[in-house]
């Protein structure tokens, strides 16, 4: 029997779940690049680039928390499903990702996650594109 919070996190993907599989949110893509070790070779460093495709709901930020330094003007808050749209978790997205989102590129400024009892229930991003 599922507990509370594995509950919890399938609502949160129904909820997140792109449009057009009944959620109220829109597909995306999360990018993360990693810098390796220093290759002698080619002279740089090891670059890996992996994509996860989810679904996300941005909301814009209210007038009055916007302070010009924390959180900016056209800044965007996105609630990242836990899941990815291949059905496997969705890692807690880092402040080093960029994030599109209906054709707009982001880069992911903060990162609170719903977490509960150790179980990833979604992630709030704060954006800028």
């Given at each position: 029997?599922?507990?509370?919070y594995?509950?919890?996190?399938?609502?949160?993907?129904?909820?997140?779940?792109?449009?057009?599989?009944?959620?109220?949110?829109?597909?995306?893509?999360?990018?993360?690049?990693v810098?390796?070790?220093?290759?002698?070779?080619?002279?740089?460093?090891?670059?890996?680039?992996?994509?996860?495709?989810?679904?996300?709901?941005?909301?814009?930020?209210?007038?009055?928390?916007?302070?010009?330094?924390?959180?900016?003007?056209?800044?965007?808050?996105?609630?990242?499903?836990?899941v990815?749209?291949?059905?496997?978790?969705?890692?807690?997205?880092?402040?080093t990702?960029?994030?599109?989102?209906?054709?707009?590129?982001?880069?992911?400024?903060?990162?609170?996650?719903?977490?509960?009892?150790g179980?990833?229930?979604?992630?709030?991003?704060?954006?800028?594109?």
């Open positions: 029997m599922a507990d509370i594995d509950r919890a996190k399938a609502q949160a993907t129904r909820m997140l779940a792109p449009r057009s599989k009944g959620g109220k949110g829109a597909e995306m893509t999360l990018t993360r690049k810098t390796g070790a220093y290759d002698p070779a080619t002279g740089k460093p090891t670059v890996t680039i992996t994509h996860y495709t989810g679904s996300a709901f941005r909301d814009a930020f209210e007038l009055k928390s916007i302070d010009g330094t924390l959180i900016r003007r056209g800044d965007v808050q996105l609630l990242v499903s836990p990815q749209v291949s059905g496997e978790d969705m890692p807690k997205p880092l402040e990702d960029t994030v599109v989102f209906d054709g707009v590129t982001y880069t992911v400024v903060a990162v609170q996650p719903w977490d509960y009892a179980v990833a229930v979604g992630f709030e991003v704060q954006a800028r594109a």
